[in-house]
């Protein structure tokens, strides 16, 4: 049994995420990465299968936090107060002094198609996930998907404005709720 | 009644559906799609970047039909109204004779995880795209984003209902938008 350094993952993050904006995602090794917190490129990978996946670390905790939220709902409570428990519960794993390694990775991924496409592809798969939960909380299809991707595109849109502004994630994941209930009506 | 003859590109999409399907799309080679219509490999890639592209060929096709949807809805339109406008020009796109062309393609796509990434990219930008339409508008932020991903997200749903339907997709997507609403009121 391997004992790990606690927060490892999570300096190795840091220093991907600072490499990677200054000087490029391609350019940046994984051996790199590991040497800016003081360890070897085999540590590095005991972590992660890949550079790429230093980016994403994080995820399992996102989809943790939406599927709590789910889970924490009121009995009664409607797909849509299910998933806005869930926006919630996620804005908890977004505290403001996160914002700024929030927008550096931001920075990252928009500079990288084959990124995006892989942020978008996991904002999908949770999208995926909430609707399973939501189904297993008894809602039907298609409330289910619907519900679950509006939550997405909510925690998507919000998430974007909260790395350029001063509010709490939470106070603009229910505005932009509510901008989308307007579209809506 | 005039038969319609598909051009090159659509008979080696139907091809290499019809490989991807029966062999897997990882053993067909775009020889043996081309073959199947009595092309050369040459032609083929004279046709499409690789054999993944066979695949997504119509996606320029299904984008301009949603951007003349957007255009083509009244003046004073609301962004939903909009939005609806572009759905309703995207399902003459989907005829029911091509119904079973694109369950044979789903079933392809669902079958390999990065076809499946590829998809959801695709949709994310046609999303972006649609987005772009509605501020060309006067649409204004988030409620043209919003309303382009509800749009998706009304697509996707529709869609994949249609083809196990037999009903045509028009009528199944002003149904999901409405189950939508309802999910958001």
């Known amino acids: 049994m391997v004992r790990w350094e606690p927060g490892t993952p999570e300096r190795l993050q840091r220093a991907a995420l600072e490499l990677f904006a200054t000087r490029g995602y391609e350019e940046t090794t994984a051996a790199e ?5 003081g360890l ?3 540590t590095f990978f005991r972590h992660f299968k890949d550079k790429r996946e230093a980016l994403f670390h994080g995820q399992d905790l996102l989809e943790k936090a939406f599927l709590e939220g789910v889970a924490a709902a009121p009995e009664q409570a409607s797909p849509l107060e299910m998933v806005s428990a869930a926006l919630r ?4 794993s977004f505290p403001d002094e996160r914002r700024s390694l929030s927008r550096t990775r931001q920075d990252v991924i928009d500079r990288n198609p ?5 942020e978008r592809h996991k904002l999908a798969s949770l999208a995926a996930t909430i609707a399973e939960a939501l ?11 619907l519900a679950a991707q509006s939550g997405i595109t909510v925690f998507g849109v919000a998430f974007l404005r909260w790395i350029d502004e001063e509010r ?18």
Chains 1, 2 share one sequence.
């Open 33 to 37: 990465i590991a040497q800016a917190v």
């Open 135 to 145: 189904r297993a909380r008894g809602v039907g299809e298609p409330a289910a998907t």
């Open 89 to 92: 519960a996620v804005s908890s």
């Open 114 to 118: 084959a990124l995006q496409e892989r």
């Open 168 to 185: 709490p994630l939470d106070a603009i994941m229910q505005d932009v709720l509510g901008e989308l209930r307007t579209v809506l009506r």
């Open 40 to 42: 070897t490129e085999r």
